[in-house]
């Protein structure tokens, strides 16, 4: 296996309601909801699913949590935090700050305010309108001379 | 906010097992379990974590399951499947083959056999020894000439 990742996927409830986050709160870019012309079947997923072109080839996709389930041949389950986070590095506590504000004006929730952590960085949690987190850093590590 | 994910950090039950699971059982590379300077406090987390370079920057990340809780200020909840999962793109239907064969061998779980979906591409997937689901991808529109 080689170390790279192609995409990352979702499981959202409501598929337009992520695009909103994602595009317009976020500011990421995406086409939009593509492959809508393919409805679920008896044997198979929906095909509808939203990318955000992230850096060296890697997806974001949002995605119904009903479909992946079915795609991926598993039982749906309710939401739940806490199995993955996503970490944004930002370039200063600044911008962490900035970051949380706007997610949290967008629909997202603030776990408690950001803080400095025992390993040196300063960060602080977001959970997106499908409780998935996303943790916002800034390491003043990267930014000395080196 | 930039189109950027710098982590991605997957919540286990095991931080040595997972290590195992993705270094030696899939072949990732990692300096292995770091940050282990670093106790857990009454404030916060443990430090201890293991990475996996990816490409572009990115790092795939293991860290337990209560400490990721601890460290975004929610609740820890029970394992659950079906929130996200991470896309690999292989570069044919046998590699797709290979690379499930070698996930089960190594302690994941298949969900059901690879086929070809509606949108043309051939995939399966499986599930890591703490649930969490990769999707293995073969695109035959991807090896067209164009």
């Given at each position: 296996?080689?170390?790279?990742?192609?995409?990352?996927?979702?499981?959202?409830?409501?598929?337009?309601?992520?695009?909103?986050?994602?595009r317009?709160?976020?500011?990421?870019?995406?086409?939009?909801?593509?492959?809508?012309?393919?409805?679920p079947?008896?044997?198979?997923?929906a095909?509808?699913?939203?990318?955000?072109?992230?850096?060296?080839?890697?997806?974001?996709?949002?995605?119904?949590?009903?479909?992946?389930?079915?795609?991926?041949?598993?039982?749906?389950?309710?939401?739940?935090?806490?199995?993955?986070?996503?970490?944004?590095?930002?370039?200063?506590?600044?911008?962490?700050?900035?970051?949380?504000?706007?997610?949290?004006?967008?629909?997202?929730?603030?776990?408690?305010?950001?803080?400095?952590?025992?390993w040196?960085?300063?960060?602080?949690?977001?959970?997106?309108?499908?409780?998935?987190?996303?943790?916002?850093?800034?390491?003043?590590?990267?930014?000395?001379?080196?």
């Open positions: 296996m080689k170390a790279h990742l192609d995409v990352i996927t979702l499981a959202v409830h409501d598929l337009a309601r992520a695009v909103a986050f994602y317009d709160g976020l500011g990421l870019p995406t086409k939009g909801i593509v492959a809508t012309e393919f409805p079947t008896t044997t198979d997923a095909g509808a699913v939203a990318f955000f072109k992230m850096q060296g080839g890697l997806m974001l996709a949002v995605y119904p949590r009903r479909e992946l389930a079915r795609d991926a041949g598993i039982a749906e389950s309710p939401p739940s935090s806490g199995e993955f986070s996503l970490g944004y590095i930002a370039e200063s506590a600044a911008e962490v700050d900035a970051l949380l504000e706007r997610a949290v004006a967008a629909g997202a929730s603030r776990t408690e305010p950001p803080r400095r952590r025992p040196g960085i300063y960060s602080g949690y977001f959970r997106d309108p499908d409780g998935h987190l996303w943790e916002v850093i800034w390491n003043p590590k990267a930014a000395e001379p080196s």
